[in-house]
T-cell receptor, first 114, second 115 residues
Framework: GNSVTQMEGPVTLSEEAFLTINCTYTATGYPSLFWYVQYPGEGLQLLLKATKADDKGSNKGFEATYRKETTSFHLEKGSVQVSDSAVYFCARGGSGGGADGLTFGKGTHLIIQP | GAGVSQSPSNKVTEKGKDVELRCDPISGHTALYWYRQSLGQGLEFLIYFQGNSAPDKSGLPSDRFSAERTGGSVSTLTIQRTQQEDSAVYLC?????????????FGPGTRLTVL
């Protein structure tokens, strides 16, 4: 079936460390891909997205590239800050262009220590 | 501007009771989504509305769950004869159109606890 798999957390890093959170998906066709973030006490919000193969989404120093050949959308940041501590969700949209709702990974809890 | 709002923010109910959860989408957003977030299942898609119509209800967990949307705006998710496994945070989201590429804006959620 269609699913999203991301690395389990918690992931604990020191400030200024390099971050990678892996995400792979299965789908028929070429779905849009998203990273959502949930900061403590706040709702889910979109971090970045990519809508076709080789697209790179970027925001707030985070990047993710849509890799069709490896069906991956790994999230990276070169230098994390304490304020990046949150739960990160990888998600894919419907493959047909219509809105089937998002399929989410289980989330990765990121903890950045000063 | 105003985001997606949901009410109540918290609901505690007894097993077997009915509950109604409300979602007010962002003004002008034609697409509206319901999700459920629980510890065991993560984030699950439940149902989607384009205008007042829900093309596919197969994501609803059981026939105790129903949803409606009127006037292309407010939506209610109703759970009849609640069970303990219904305990979760119910999230609503809206987007400008029902397209897979569009960003969905999420509300703060309703935390449902079934005793």
């Amino acid at each position: 079936g269609n699913s999203v798999t991301q690395m389990e957390g918690p992931v604990t890093l020191s400030e200024e460390a390099f971050l990678t959170i892996n995400c792979t998906y299965t789908a028929t066709g070429y779905p849009s891909l998203f990273w959502y973030v949930q900061y403590p006490g706040e709702g889910l919000q979109l971090l970045l997205k990519a809508t076709k193969a080789d697209d790179k989404g970027s925001n707030k120093g985070f990047e993710a590239t849509y890799r069709k050949e490896t069906t991956s959308f790994h999230l990276e940041k070169g230098s994390v800050q304490v304020s990046d501590s949150a739960v990160y969700f990888c998600a894919r949209g419907g493959s047909g262009g219509g809105a089937d709702g998002l399929t989410f990974g289980k989330g990765t809890h990121l903890i950045i220590q000063p | 501007g105003a985001g997606v709002s949901q009410s109540p923010s918290n609901k505690v109910t007894e097993k077997g009771k009915d509950v109604e959860l409300r979602c007010d989408p962002i003004s002008g957003h034609t697409a509206l989504y319901w999700y459920r977030q629980s510890l065991g299942q993560g984030l699950e898609f439940l149902i989607y509305f384009q205008g007042n119509s829900a093309p596919d209800k197969s994501g609803l967990p059981s026939d105790r769950f129903s949803a409606e949307r009127t006037g292309g705006s407010v939506s209610t998710l109703t759970i009849q004869r609640t069970q303990q496994e219904d305990s979760a945070v119910y999230l609503c989201a809206s987007s400008t159109q029902g397209l897979a590429v569009n960003e969905q804006f999420f509300g703060p959620g309703t935390r449902l606890t079934v005793l």
